[in-house]
């Protein structure tokens, strides 16, 4: 519950509270089972309040909240000292600095890094009787000097310090770690060989691997996931970030004077296979006119692709997918290189040229053939992907580089996913798409890719978006879905109670 999470004085280690029994002011007790017996046993402080997990096919994403009053000196997410205007024949809003720097930031940013909400931290409900004991402190402080010290854990554990961001309205930073689903198991190890999980009880959690481990979680930890539905998560992640985080959306336009190309007419805007490369330039889409928010897309690239159309806050549908996604690339790019970590693979990428091994209209017709003039296409358009290969020799793989593999594989993906909700974005009559995901996590490539094929295909009309927290929505609505059930329990419990000695009265009374 938000009681639990915000409250009144200057505690900054007090995030997470222990409820009380109202009647005895015992510790509420929940009966686990211990991670080294086959016994239930009792945990005497749950701190699960403060997590919220999504467990995808590909990748595991957690996001930690700690409550503070100030933010941190040192910089977080956003910093709107750090956006440069620039003024554009469209009107764009601004460019926004990827530069986090601490030498950039300074004190003076500190203010505007925030949820731009005024609204004051909630304090207790007057009938609370949550209160913080030692022992909560101790197990917080214990969590939060473990997670701090570092910014890798296990074999695959990164922490994404880049998109810390602190939340005015709720009193706290949050914090972001992600990790492959493959090393669940490592993942147990080192939580249990920290000792973190013997003061966590419950905590929400999304995605299918909420379902798929939730035997080892509680077996080996004594921790239950408390599953949330999944599209329900990442709506409500994506909405409280789209809410109000400085910053949080954004796209790619062309550099302008590339964009019309070497003699200044306007030849640069036919499509050719490196079109998008052209599509540099990053700028901020955080003022949306009310009458204009709904309804929307949202592409989530995670190991599929699920495409949601949303109605208004809450109200969403799925209305389509595709297999071809995020764990296709993987999957694909294991089996066709060596290389074995997904931010090394789409550094690879960078450096490829897709040409080498896509087949490109002239490669069929000639370069300079009259019937690409009859249909105003350049010979630079890609005609089949991997197209190339079919005319090699019996060593199809000679000569052919891993990055040209890796460059190749991942624009025919992007261009499929393009396709799919550019006609899904028809179907529903909407101007805006939110591509998120994991995928996207460092891969300007795809987001380049997106944004100009979604431009090119609707002539301008429809715009694609982009999200700096693009793959934890789900694990941030995780976190919001659990605090508002607990809540509401906590509300139908003090309900009842003062029904019960209302009634209680009466009957006193007529004695």
């Known amino acids: 519950m938000w009681e639990n999470i915000v409250h009144k004085g200057t505690n900054s280690s007090s995030n997470s509270l222990t409820s009380l029994d109202s009647s005895s002011g015992n510790e509420s007790r929940s009966a686990r089972v211990d991670s080294d017996s086959d016994h239930r046993v009792t945990k005497l402080v749950d701190i699960g309040d403060i997590f919220g997990m999504d467990v995808g096919g590909t990748l595991s994403k957690l996001i930690y909240f700690e409550r503070m009053d100030n933010p941190r000196e040192k910089v977080a997410f956003v910093d709107a000292a750090a956006v440069k205007h620039e003024a554009s024949e469209e009107g764009e809003e601004a460019v926004t600095s990827r530069s986090r720097s601490n030498s950039e930031s300074g004190n003076n940013h500190k203010k505007n890094n925030y949820l731009a909400s005024e609204t004051k931290p909630p304090s207790l409900d007057d009938n609370s009787t949550s209160q913080v004991t030692s022992a909560t402190k101790n197990a917080l402080s214990k969590f939060y000097s473990f997670v701090n010290a570092k910014n890798a854990f296990g074999e695959t554990g990164k922490k994404d310090e880049k998109l810390t961001f602190y939340s005015r309205k709720l009193g706290g930073e949050f914090g972001f770690i992600r990790f492959e689903t493959r090393f669940m198991q490592g993942a147990v190890d080192v939580i249990k060989n920290e000792g973190l999980h013997q003061d966590i009880a419950r905590m929400g959690c999304t995605g299918g691997g909420a379902h798929k481990y939730q035997e080892l979680w509680e077996n080996d930890?004594?921790?239950?996931?408390?599953?949330?539905?999944?599209?329900?998560?990442?709506?409500?992640?994506?909405?409280?970030?789209?809410?109000?985080?400085?910053?949080?959306?954004?796209?790619?336009?062309?550099?302008?004077?590339?964009?019309?190309?070497?003699?200044?007419?306007?030849?640069?805007?036919?499509?050719?296979?490196?079109?998008?490369?052209?599509?540099?330039?990053?700028?901020?889409?955080?003022?949306?006119?009310?009458?204009?928010?709904?309804?929307?897309?949202?592409?989530?690239?995670?190991?599929?692709?699920?495409?949601?159309?949303?109605?208004?806050?809450?109200?969403?549908?799925?209305?389509?997918?595709?297999?071809?996604?995020?764990?296709?690339?993987?999957?694909?790019?294991?089996?066709?290189?060596?290389v074995e970590d997904f931010e090394e693979i789409i550094a690879l990428a960078q450096t490829g040229e897709a040409d080498n091994v896509d087949m490109m209209v002239g490669d069929i017709y000639g370069k300079n053939s009259d019937a690409l003039e009859k249909l105003n296409l350049p010979s630079s358009v890609v005609a089949s992907s991997f197209g190339k290969l079919v005319s090699k020799?019996?060593?199809?793989?000679?000569?052919?580089?891993?990055?040209?593999?890796?460059?190749?594989?991942?624009?025919?993906?992007?261009?499929?996913?393009?396709?799919?909700?550019?006609?899904?974005?028809?179907?529903c009559g909407t101007r805006r798409i939110y591509f998120v995901g994991n995928f996207l996590r460092q891969n300007s490539i795809s987001m380049q890719r997106l944004a100009y094929s979604i431009d090119f295909w609707s002539n301008g009309v429809v715009e694609g978006l982009f999200l700096e927290h693009e793959g934890y929505f789900g694990a941030l609505g995780a976190f919001l879905k659990e605090e508002k059930g607990k809540k509401?329990?906590?509300?139908?419990?003090?309900?009842?109670?003062?029904?019960?000695?209302?009634?209680?009265?009466?009957?006193?009374?007529?004695?």
């Open 221 to 338: 930890l004594g921790i239950i996931m408390s599953k949330q539905g999944e599209m329900d998560c990442l709506v409500a992640g994506l909405q409280f970030a789209l809410a109000g985080v400085v910053g949080e959306c954004y796209t790619f336009k062309p550099e302008k004077k590339e964009f019309l190309g070497q003699n200044g007419n306007g030849e640069g805007n036919k499509p050719t296979s490196k079109s998008s490369e052209i599509w540099s330039r990053k700028v901020q889409r955080d003022t949306i006119e009310p009458n204009q928010t709904y309804p929307y897309l949202v592409v989530s690239i995670g190991t599929g692709v699920s495409v949601i159309r949303v109605d208004g806050p809450g109200e969403f549908e799925r209305i389509s997918g595709s297999t071809i996604g995020g764990g296709t690339y993987w999957g694909l790019c294991r089996l066709l290189t060596d």
């Open 393 to 427: 020799g019996s060593d199809v793989a000679d000569g052919v580089r891993q990055q040209d593999l890796a460059k190749a594989l991942l624009m025919m993906i992007t261009n499929n996913i393009a396709q799919v909700a550019y006609l899904n974005a028809q179907l």
């Open 488 to 511: 509401k329990q906590f509300r139908d419990r003090s309900e009842s109670a003062g029904r019960f000695t209302q009634h209680k009265t009466k009957n006193q009374t007529a004695f």
